[in-house]
């Protein structure tokens, strides 16, 4: 007997309800893909997972890091598919068949049908389940005959009828599967043979699984249905972790993303990739392979990328964090200000309509409200470095390569083309003309070139 039991995962079908290019087992759910969810639910029944593949089989193996994989020749259905298995199966033991496409599955479900098997002695027990709707799934149908599963195309109208059915997981003993899988035989019309054919005389049905751990994702709309799911599962559990969430059904927080105890994330905000949030995430943020420490806040309707904001770093509402942006402690971007390859220092601010790339911000630096650092000339991008304790006045252009020293001005309205001394001002506009009285001239004027009377 092997130490662990081997779960053989299906992931060879093609999926075809789900009109999409990309195989079905690989849809992502919360930034894994489907498929990814089955092997860490029978990993953490403490299963080694066997996957079987056909369909993009080189793009389903990608996503399975530490899986073993059989290749099943072609998707002949799903008996055939556990019999491309077969020779990565032990020759004794429980053996678990369950589907690629049933991403809600969890450790606990496939545990307890693990010791339901062990207990009843048989050489095969199936999972099954009440459905609400039991369309699209294998009937348990158990008459006279003992039990059986009638697939969804074959029922008469009264199977048709039954709500117990098949959840697609099953454990079976490794030499029976070898002894019988060879005794299946193809259905018409597509010749497919199916594994629901083993379950008979002899077979045991472990019922009363929560219909919502075996969720056959076949098409879109149960796809959407089991991310919905997830999302609050993954959420309830950070919940229960300390982060706080202004809603469980709408943030969405991938795999990849850690949290810290006390961390908000707002209502509807989106948590992506490999982040770390520590501080408050406002409503309707998302934060993308970004660090949110703690102390730090990206406020409502921000979009964070590949960026750190360090404790005491705040932005938004309304900004855009572009890759490798770094907000020192106690900066502050505000609305309409989006970043790019630049360093906020600590403390300094650029709060309103701005566009910093490529940029150094100093420390305690303020830049003045639709400031740009005019980066690219159409041919290369340059370096803006704006001095500690510096104040770049409103609407100024600095084009890049420049610096700005420590502690300079640069009056409001002006385009910086030349490096600015340190504590030095500089002005860089036309030169404001005053002509007094002659504004009624300059109406009368236009009102004639209009052709209105004086
Ligand atoms: C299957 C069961 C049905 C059960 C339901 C539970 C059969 C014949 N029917 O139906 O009784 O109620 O699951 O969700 O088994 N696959 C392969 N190779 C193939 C065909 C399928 O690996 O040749 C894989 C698919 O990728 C999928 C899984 O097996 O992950 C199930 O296949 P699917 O076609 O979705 O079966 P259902 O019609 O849902
Ligand atoms: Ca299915």
Same mark, same amino acid.
């Given at each position: 007997?092997p130490?662990?039991a081997?779960?053989?995962?299906?992931?060879?079908?093609l999926?075809?309800?789900?009109?999409?290019?990309?195989?079905k087992?690989?849809h992502?759910?919360?930034g894994?893909?489907?498929v990814?969810?089955v092997?860490?639910?029978?990993?953490?029944?403490?299963? &080694?997972?066997?996957?079987?593949? =056909?369909?993009?089989?080189d793009?389903?193996?990608?996503?399975?890091?530490?899986?073993?994989?059989a290749?099943?020749?072609a998707?002949?259905?799903t008996?055939?598919?556990?019999?491309s298995?077969?020779?990565?199966?032990?020759?004794?033991?429980?053996v678990?068949v369950?589907a690629?496409?049933t991403?809600?599955?969890?450790?606990?479900?496939i545990?307890?049908?693990?010791?339901a098997h062990?207990a009843h002695?048989?050489?095969?027990?199936v999972?099954?389940?009440?459905?609400a709707d039991?369309?699209?799934?294998?009937?348990i149908?158990?008459?006279?005959?003992?039990?059986?599963?009638?697939?969804?195309?074959?029922?008469?109208?009264?199977?048709?009828?039954?709500?117990?059915? =098949?959840s697609g997981?099953y454990v079976f003993?490794?030499?029976?599967?070898?002894?019988?899988?060879?005794t299946?035989?193809?259905?018409?019309?597509?010749?497919?043979? #199916?594994l629901?054919?083993?379950?008979?005389?002899?077979?045991h049905?472990?019922?009363?699984? &929560?219909?919502?751990?075996?969720?056959?994702?076949?098409?879109?709309?149960?796809l959407?249905e089991?991310?919905?799911?997830?999302r609050?599962?993954?959420?309830?559990?950070?919940a229960?972790?300390?982060?706080?969430?202004?809603?469980?059904d709408?943030?969405i927080?991938?795999?990849?993303?850690t949290?810290?105890?006390?961390?908000?994330?707002?209502?509807g905000?989106?948590?992506?990739?490999?982040s770390?949030?520590?501080?408050?995430v406002g409503?309707h943020s998302?934060v993308?392979?970004?660090?949110?420490?703690?102390?730090?806040?990206l406020?409502?309707h921000?979009?964070?990328?590949?960026?750190?904001?360090h404790?005491g770093?705040?932005?938004?509402p309304?900004?855009?964090?572009?890759p490798?942006t770094?907000?020192?402690?106690?900066?502050?971007?505000?609305n309409?200000?989006?970043?790019? =390859?630049?360093?906020?220092?600590?403390?300094?601010?650029a =709060?309103?309509l701005? #566009?910093?790339?490529d940029?150094?911000?100093g420390e305690?630096?303020n830049?003045?409200? $639709?400031?740009?650092?005019?980066?690219y000339?159409?041919?290369?991008? #340059?370096?803006?470095?704006i001095?500690?304790?510096a104040f770049? $006045?409103?609407n100024?252009?600095?084009?890049?390569?420049?610096t700005?020293?420590?502690?300079?001005?640069?009056g409001?309205?002006?385009?910086?083309?030349?490096?600015?001394?340190?504590?030095?001002?500089?002005?860089?506009?036309?030169?404001?003309?005053?002509?007094?009285?002659? &504004?009624?001239?300059?109406? &009368?004027?236009?009102?004639?070139?209009a052709?209105?009377?004086?």
């Open positions: 007997m130490d662990v081997v779960a053989v995962v299906l992931a060879a079908g999926g075809t309800r789900m009109r999409s290019p990309l195989a087992v690989l992502p759910l919360l894994r893909p489907m990814g969810w092997v860490e639910a029978v990993r953490e029944a403490g299963c &080694a997972p066997v996957v079987v593949v =056909n369909h993009q089989a793009a389903v193996m990608a996503a399975l890091p530490g899986c073993r994989f290749r099943q020749e998707p002949l259905g008996g055939d598919a556990v019999r298995a077969l020779a990565v199966l032990p020759e004794a033991g429980p678990v369950t690629g496409d991403p809600l599955l969890t450790g606990a479900a545990a307890r049908l693990l010791a062990a002695g048989g050489p095969c027990t999972a099954s389940f009440t459905a039991p369309t699209g799934y294998g009937r149908v158990r008459d006279a005959d003992g039990v059986r599963i009638v697939e969804q195309a074959h029922c008469t109208p009264a199977q048709a009828l039954v709500r117990e059915v =098949n997981a003993d490794a030499a029976w599967l070898r002894a019988n899988l060879p299946l035989t193809p259905h018409p019309p597509k010749g497919e043979f #199916y629901t054919d083993l379950v008979g005389p002899g077979a049905v472990c019922d009363g699984f &929560a219909e919502l751990d075996f969720l056959g994702v076949n098409d879109r709309a149960a959407a089991a991310r919905g799911v997830l609050r599962r993954v959420n309830t559990a950070w229960r972790a300390g982060v706080d969430f202004a809603d469980l709408s943030a927080v991938e795999v990849g993303v949290l810290e105890p006390d961390a908000h994330v707002g209502h905000a989106i948590l992506a990739g490999r770390h949030v520590g501080g408050m409503p998302i993308v392979d970004s660090r949110v420490e703690a102390g730090a806040i406020h409502a921000s979009i964070a990328q590949d960026a750190v904001l404790a770093a705040q932005a938004g309304f900004a855009r964090l572009r490798a770094v907000l020192e402690a106690g900066s502050h971007v505000g309409f200000v989006e970043t790019k =390859n630049a360093r906020v220092g600590a403390g300094a601010k =709060n309103h701005t #566009y910093l790339g940029a150094e911000v305690g630096a830049v003045g409200a $639709g400031t740009i650092t005019c980066n000339d159409g041919a290369g991008k #340059y370096r803006t470095v001095g500690a304790r770049i $006045g409103s100024s252009a600095l084009v890049a390569p420049v700005v020293g420590d502690g300079a001005i640069v409001a309205g002006s385009t910086v083309t030349r490096d600015v001394p340190a504590d030095s001002l500089a002005v860089g506009r036309a030169p404001q003309v005053n002509r007094e009285g002659r &504004a009624p001239d300059v109406r &009368a004027r236009a009102r004639a070139r052709g209105k009377t004086p």
